[in-house]
């Protein structure tokens, strides 16, 4: 079986890759953005000719949220064209595609539907386990709007899809929360973090072993289960709550301040409560995922 990888240097596909001799029957082709060029449909269809893969993950994207709403044609190129690219390639090779989505598809508040209300963060939501992949996207950036573009250019295109939506993606490679809190614990006495946004830390390597259960399940090629897929870690928490514990597990003391969303602007706006139900995933493919507490914890001892 041959597993294309594209956006192989960034930090999913960082996190395939250390785990990808665990499984010697799976022929991974990882592809660098110099490799396989996601916006160019000719060198998407170049490189798919050379390997016929079975299964494509697409891990690459612009993912530089604030900067995304001063660059809006590059994260749209990446985010939305790249996407309708693979499908179209996957299409014509066959190839069942798995894209990696994100929380920012929803909006920094809901409106209207509240069934429940979350009495610990004192915030809305529509369900007592968080968001389901039938709730409404109405993303309030351009990244989230770029990613919700990607998703509709994948549905219109190819049926044979997975699109996987994640939140809060940190672990042992690239950038991430996790690693400027490390940087920013040894730099300052004192920091402040941002404590009325609501979601869950995701391990990427947890993700990471979830495609590949997936890829390796029988139920993936029942065209029934193509669609739509929530994953993160399991439980909530702000991102103060985040970085106490990231300082928790290191042990690092450090004065760490909690502040309101309004005290820290920045130029895309994020979801105030982003948790994902995990149901549909966990019954689809027999799932059992980690607390974030937990993957934080053996995250934090690889390092």
Known sequence: MVVLVAGANGQLGQAIQSISGKYPEIDFVFCSSSELDITNLENCQAV???????????????????????????????????????????????TILIHISTDFVFDAYFSEGIAYYDREYRLPLRSNLGLTETDVSFPSCVYGLTKLQGEQAIQANWEKYFIIRTSWVYSQFGNNFMKTMLRLASERDSLSVVVDQIGTPTNAVDLAEVLIKIIQSPNTHQSSNFGIYNFSNEGKCSWYDFAAAIFHQKGIKIDLKPISTAAYPTAAKRPAYSVLDKTKIKNTFDIEISEWQTSLAKCINQL
């Open 48 to 94: 798919f000719s050379t390997h016929q893969p079975h299964f494509c993950i697409n891990a690459a994207a612009y993912t530089a949220v604030d900067k995304a709403e001063s660059e809006p044609s590059k994260a749209f190129d990446s985010n939305a064209n790249g996407p309708e690219n693979l499908a179209i390639t996957c299409k014509k090779h066959n």
